[in-house]
């Protein structure tokens, strides 16, 4: 009972006993009302704290559903992209201005892109050796790793003059990513690497994994808001990763731009590759490889999620590539 104090019940005399029962002494009267008391003010208590936590506040219980939360997308801006371009790596500058890393033997590039125009305002090719990968921005260096090598290659911001070679620890260089302290590195598998911006020496991975399933061929990276994100190889979908645990935290789902390409007759491009953030206004950039559109998207939650859906769609086996 809340609110009231409880009552005892009169006793009854039973018809075998030919006496009445005592009366309780004074003292346990006292204590029997001191012990309903307490319970009264406990329960009083606990409702007060239940009514006072808001519906808000119930949605920070909610990291107990083991359910990452998906999204589709909304277009809220195009802009013009060179259908030339293999996306290998993209990032946000400021000032509306792209880095980009293209790749293919005797094409790979680093690249200063004007976001407006799609212009190519500045352009550092490779050596035709190297096929261009991942490409990342911390300070006033950038860092761009190359596909099927442990070589890496440290350019000016300004210039994109290339002052510097690296050689790395990963598999293979497939994405970069920087959360202004420490590069986020892909190659290709499951596994995501921390590396030293100074040493480029490896100090930490984690395995990403989606309900118990490895998510493989984790491509081009970009960190956002805390997390990781990363193309994954051979589908339309962006998987948003802890980089504490390498945990999956959300999927974006963007089939409908690849689609809706194809159905304008770009029969041409390939897959869905490049994320940029710009952290200043809270805007997000995807493209792809050869596209001829780069985009500024909109998360939008789906509030129904199908059972089975992201391991059919954003799922792989792992993708083994040749050695020319």
Partial sequence: MAGGSLKKR?????????????????????????????????????VVVLLGISSNRWDNFAFDDPTPQIYTIEVVSE??????????????????????????????????VALRTGKVENLQKLNGSYFGEGLTLLGERLFQVTWLTKTGFIYDRNNLSKFENFTHQM?????????GKVLF??????????????????FGKQVVKFKGHEVHNLNEL??????????????????????????????ILLHNLREG????????????????????????????KLWPKLYEIKLNPMKKQFHGAIEQLCLRMPFHFRTP
């Fill in 222 to 251: 970009e960190f956002v808001n805390g997390e990781v994100w990363a193309n994954v190889f051979q589908t339309d979908c962006i998987a948003r990763i802890s980089p504490k645990d390498g945990s999956v935290l959300g999927w």
């Fill in 171 to 179: 598999q293979d260089g497939w994405g970069l990513a920087t959360d």
């Fill in 10 to 46: 009169p006793n009854k005399r039973s018809n075998d006993k030919p006496y009445p029962s005592p009366m309780p002494s004074p003292t346990s009267r006292f204590n029997y009302r001191k012990s309903s008391l307490i319970i009264s003010l406990l329960l009083l208590a606990c």
């Fill in 185 to 202: 590195g892909s190659d290709g598998t499951s596994t995501l690497y921390q590396i030293h911006p100074q040493t480029l020496k490896v």
């Fill in 261 to 288: 390409l194809m159905t304008a007759g770009e029969r041409a491009i390939d897959v869905l590759n490049g994320i940029a953030w710009d952290s200043v206004k809270k805007r997000i950039f995807v493209t792809g």
């Fill in 79 to 112: 802009f013009p992209h060179d259908p030339k371009a293999f996306t290998q790596g993209l990032l946000y500058a400021g000032n509306d201005t792209l880095f980009e890393s293209t790749g293919l033997y005797q094409e790979s590039s680093v690249r200063k």
